[in-house]
């Protein structure tokens, strides 16, 4: 049950967060930080990208008002703040991928260094216990980038990063004991909470939509990769490394899809396209709002089978092996659709031609 004292924070990082978005919303312009329709990105009109410099001072005001985090809690927030900054400077320039991975990679370096928190172990698989030694902080780096570049990449419709994210930190509860690692709880409560009204006003509850922007996308996958690092490396928890994967489901499967894909096809894996699951969906006849409920239930109905293997099977090999089994038919899956719907694409364009063709000639 929460205390009081949580849920008085947690209030407090919502409003917080509800008041930077009228703020910021109405000097977006002036800061340039507006999303322009092209033709990748279809949205009607300019957007603000406040959300994620929203849901970032909710989290701040909402952590002051608690004031008893560790040491570990502190440098994560100060780091965030690094990241969030990048990200909205990205909105604002678009930097290159090389400064944004180096900024990131430095960020993250800077948590392990100052506080040892890192991936030592990927738990015991088939009776053996994975000690990464020397290879634990780099991999921290790579998981870490990895999953806030998923949820940058799943951005890609109104309310999915955000409602994914949610359903991450519910998966997390189940598949967890937050309660054994306070701070880590309360963080994990306070991101949910200031991520609320920037999805009401995403999805257009709540005045004038805006967008998360990179600022928001990076801050929500910094913060859940960090609190799944933190809560997989202790026994206090009961979240095995492999535990971790089916949390982030979604994103991580649609993410080597889509790196796989680009690839295979000689293109850089950052170069964005319109080849995620969404617009999968979206091609296939979907709405944006029924796009958006089908992903929601696809990604419970991955942290349903991941809760369900990890307590029944309770071998964390079995649990490795279903989710590798489970990433391989999701690719073959979407990338056997994505290529009925470029054939189709495809096979449609030159029949106006020759149609035309043949009426010139009569």
Do not use: G
């Given at each position: 049950m929460l205390e009081p004292r949580v849920i008085f924070d947690c209030l407090v990082g919502a409003c917080t967060s509800a008041l930077a978005i009228f703020m910021l919303r109405r000097y977006a312009f002036l800061l340039g930080l507006m999303d322009h329709p092209d033709q990748r990105k279809q949205h009607v009109g300019d957007v603000p990208l406040v959300g994620g410099l929203a849901i970032f001072m909710g989290i701040t005001v909402g952590a002051a008002a608690y004031g008893h985090f560790h040491w570990f809690v502190k440098i994560l927030i100060d780091t965030a703040m690094l990241l969030t900054l990048l990200g909205a400077l990205d909105d604002r320039f678009d930097l290159s991928v090389r400064d944004r991975l180096l900024i990131q990679a430095l960020a993250i370096l800077t948590v392990i260094a100052s506080t040892g928190v890192y991936i030592h172990t990927l738990g015991h698989i088939f009776g053996y216990e994975m000690k990464l030694g020397w290879l634990g902080p780099p991999l921290t780096v790579v998981a870490i980038i990895g999953l806030m570049n998923a949820f940058n990449l799943m951005d890609g419709i109104d309310g999915l990063a955000g409602s994914l994210e949610l359903v991450s930190i519910v998966a997390i509860v189940m598949l967890a004991n937050p309660p054994a690692l306070q701070e880590m709880a309360l963080l994990l409560a306070l991101l949910a909470t200031a991520s609320l009204p920037y999805l009401i006003t995403n999805l257009g509850f709540m005045g004038r939509k805006i967008f998360l922007g990179d600022a928001g996308s990076m801050l929500i996958g910094y913060l859940?990769?960090?609190?799944?690092?933190?809560?997989?490396?202790?026994?206090?928890?009961?979240?095995?490394?492999?535990?971790?994967?089916?949390?982030?489901?979604?994103?991580?499967?649609?993410t080597f899809a889509v790196m796989l894909r680009r690839i295979r096809q000689g293109k850089s894996p950052f170069k964005p396209d319109r080849g995620h699951i969404h617009h999968i969906l979206m091609d296939a006849g979907l709405g944006p709002r029924a796009t958006l409920l089908a992903l929601i239930a696809l990604a419970i109905g991955l942290a349903l089978v991941g809760a369900f293997i990890s307590h029944a099977a309770r071998s964390a090999g079995l649990n490795l092996a279903a989710f590798c089994f489970t990433v391989m038919m999701y690719i073959v899956t979407v990338t056997q659709v994505r290529a009925r719907q470029e054939a189709n694409r495809q096979g449609r364009h030159p029949a106006p031609t020759r149609v035309a063709n043949k009426r010139i000639q009569t």
């Open positions: 859940l990769a960090w609190a799944l690092v933190r809560m997989s490396q202790t026994s206090q928890t009961h979240l095995s490394p492999v535990d971790v994967l089916w949390c982030v489901a979604l994103p991580v499967l649609d």
